[in-house]
């Protein structure tokens, strides 16, 4: 009897083919466009103290409440995948007196992320965001040009009908006042929103603008927006990020509903959508967090940046869906293809040999590890493009230039220099 198969947890998937090599190249364009522009790499764990996320990102969030996997340790610490990488790169920028370099400090990073989501076409329960945060600076050029790199990135990956919307939250104190109007507006009109929305009047009222029920849509239509109420300093901040983006030829529109689903927002929030997608639209987004170095103990300091999905990003990107495919990529080009003449075990290990010393010499090169006879070997190679074939024979190895249909004999040691001698002469 065989034993039943094992699949991959609901919401998560395999990255394999062509799949993958989209991976690698979009992040070869994320590194170009984002260390072109001085933002460092960093990699934070996979899992952190579940204080970091609730004190973060928010208990009032859905993220918080709902979406988390937490674990416990042997000793009794609450553990968290991390759903998210901003907070985790505060606590880095924390911990290590970040403060203390050149600011603001550009961080970006490409990494999974988890949270406990029904799952369905782009949205699952292990994904990957990219994303950039730039910590230290209130500067609204550092908006600008945080919201500019994900655009360029964006259109780099041949994102099909990009949108971007644009708002202000203002300062936590202008909001606090604004909280407090926008209160009395939903419970004047408590009897029409939905259950959900009216358990979060007092936690979270903001949140009732991103509801797709028809009654509360409705309260909402009427509600006072926060962009009307900003203070002077928040507006002010506000028209300079609008007039760099005008000046970098960023296309946007400013709509006073976009709020985000975390708390920690400040000031400037976006968000890019596709049509190119279907209900989850969201292809990256992000703001402005000047609260919350402070709130995980560390000095005032003022942030901003986003994080962007990968797998949103493939599937509204110009060259069609992604995951679940097992296609090849195509290869990559081989420069020598080592053969040997019989399936002796001396010849292997010569064959062996001459392998390892052309790769350390920089060479593309494979062999078969397939068990094939000579004339699979040279069909395998063919298939390869390989450009030099070796054959390891008893007496010599026989070297071919597949391209130029000519060949050697040569002593095996002398393969590597005359594949690179010959390259040269190309
Ligand atoms: P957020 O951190 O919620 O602002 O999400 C930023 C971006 O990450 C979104 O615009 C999506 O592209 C992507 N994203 C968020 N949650 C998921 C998910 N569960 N599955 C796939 N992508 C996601």
Same mark, same amino acid.
């Given at each position: $009897?065989?034993?039943? %198969?094992?699949?991959?947890?609901?919401?998560?998937?395999?990255?394999?083919?062509?799949?993958?090599?989209?991976?690698?190249?979009?992040?070869?364009?994320?590194?170009?466009?984002?260390?072109?522009?001085?933002?460092?790499?960093?990699?934070?764990?996979?899992?952190?103290?579940?204080?970091?996320?609730?004190?973060?990102?928010?208990?009032?969030?859905?993220?918080?409440?709902?979406?988390?996997?937490?674990?416990?340790?042997?000793?009794?610490?609450?553990?968290?995948?991390?759903?998210?990488?901003?907070?985790?790169?505060?606590?880095?920028?924390?911990? =290590?007196?970040?403060? %203390?370099?050149?600011?603001?400090? %550009?961080?970006?990073?490409?990494?999974?992320?988890?949270? =406990?989501?029904?799952?369905?076409?782009?949205?699952?329960?292990?994904?990957?965001?990219?994303?950039?945060?730039?910590?230290?600076?209130?500067?609204?050029?550092?908006?600008?040009?945080?919201?500019?790199?994900?655009?360029?990135?964006?259109?780099? $990956?041949?994102?099909?009908?990009?949108?971007?919307?644009?708002?202000?939250?203002?300062?936590?104190?202008?909001?606090?006042?604004?909280?407090?109007?926008?209160?009395?507006?939903?419970?004047?009109?408590?009897?029409?929103?939905?259950?959900?929305?009216?358990?979060?009047?007092?936690?979270?009222?903001?949140?009732?603008?991103?509801?797709?029920?028809?009654? +509360?849509?409705?309260?909402?239509?009427?509600?006072?927006?926060?962009?009307?109420?900003?203070?002077?300093?928040?507006?002010?901040?506000?028209?300079?990020?609008?007039?760099?983006?005008?000046?970098?030829?960023?296309?946007?529109?400013?709509?006073?509903?976009?709020?985000?689903?975390?708390?920690?927002?400040?000031?400037?929030?976006?968000?890019?959508?596709?049509?190119?997608?279907?209900?989850?639209?969201?292809?990256?987004?992000?703001?402005?967090?000047?609260?919350?170095?402070?709130?995980?103990?560390?000095?005032?300091?003022?942030?901003?940046?986003?994080?962007?999905?990968?797998?949103?990003? $493939?599937?509204?990107?110009?060259?069609?869906?992604?995951?679940?495919? +097992?296609?090849?990529?195509?290869?990559?080009?081989?420069?020598?293809?080592?053969?040997?003449?019989?399936?002796?075990?001396?010849?292997?290990?010569?064959?062996?040999?001459?392998?390892?010393?052309?790769?350390?010499?920089?060479?593309?090169?494979?062999?078969?590890?397939?068990?094939?006879?000579?004339?699979?070997?040279?069909?395998?190679?063919?298939?390869?493009?390989?450009?030099?074939?070796?054959?390891?024979?008893?007496?010599?190895?026989?070297?071919?230039? $597949?391209?130029?249909?000519?060949?050697?004999?040569?002593?095996?040691?002398?393969?590597? =220099?005359?594949?690179?001698?010959?390259?040269?002469?190309?």
């Amino acid at each position: $009897m065989s034993a039943a %198969k094992i699949k991959a947890p609901r919401g998560t998937f395999d990255v394999l083919g062509e799949d993958a090599a989209r991976r690698t190249a979009l992040e070869a364009r994320a590194r170009s466009v984002l260390e072109g522009a001085g933002y460092e790499r960093i990699e934070t764990p996979a899992f952190e103290a579940t204080e970091l996320f609730a004190r973060g990102v928010g208990e009032s969030t859905d993220i918080v409440r709902k979406e988390m996997f937490t674990l416990e340790d042997q000793g009794g610490r609450s553990l968290t995948l991390r759903p998210e990488g901003t907070a985790p790169v505060c606590r880095a920028y924390v911990e =290590h007196g970040m403060h %203390k370099r050149r600011q603001p400090v %550009k961080l970006w990073y490409l990494s999974s992320f988890f949270r =406990h989501e029904r799952a369905q076409a782009g949205r699952y329960r292990q994904f990957w965001q990219v994303g950039a945060e730039a910590i230290g600076s209130e500067d609204p050029a550092v908006d600008a040009e945080s919201i500019s790199l994900l655009a360029a990135l964006l259109a780099e $990956m041949g994102v099909r009908g990009l949108r971007l919307r644009l708002s202000s939250l203002g300062s936590h104190e202008s909001r606090r006042e604004y909280r407090e109007r926008l209160q009395a507006h939903l419970r004047a009109n408590e009897q029409s929103l939905s259950e959900d929305v009216r358990s979060r009047i007092e936690l979270n009222p903001l949140r009732a603008f991103d509801s797709d029920h028809p009654g +509360t849509q409705s309260v909402m239509r009427s509600a006072p927006r926060l962009l009307e109420h900003l203070s002077a300093q928040d507006a002010e901040h506000f028209a300079h990020v609008r007039e760099l983006l005008d000046v970098a030829g960023v296309v946007y529109e400013v709509d006073a509903t976009l709020v985000r689903g975390l708390d920690y927002y400040t000031r400037t929030v976006f968000e890019f959508t596709s049509d190119a997608l279907g209900a989850q639209s969201g292809v990256g987004g992000g703001g402005r967090y000047d609260g919350l170095v402070e709130q995980l103990g560390g000095p005032p300091t003022p942030g901003m940046g986003w994080a962007a999905g990968i797998e949103r990003i $493939m599937l509204a990107a110009e060259n069609g869906p992604t995951g679940g495919s +097992t296609h090849s990529p195509p290869p990559a080009p081989v420069e020598l293809f080592v053969a040997l003449e019989s399936p002796r075990e001396d010849l292997r290990t010569a064959a062996f040999g001459l392998l390892s010393e052309a790769r350390s010499a920089g060479l593309s090169a494979q062999m078969d590890l397939g068990g094939r006879s000579l004339k699979g070997q040279l069909g395998l190679a063919d298939t390869l493009g390989a450009r030099y074939v070796a054959i390891v024979a008893d007496a010599h190895t026989t070297l071919k230039d $597949m391209q130029a249909g000519r060949q050697e004999p040569l002593a095996t040691n002398a393969v590597v =220099h005359a594949v690179l001698r010959g390259q040269h002469a190309l």
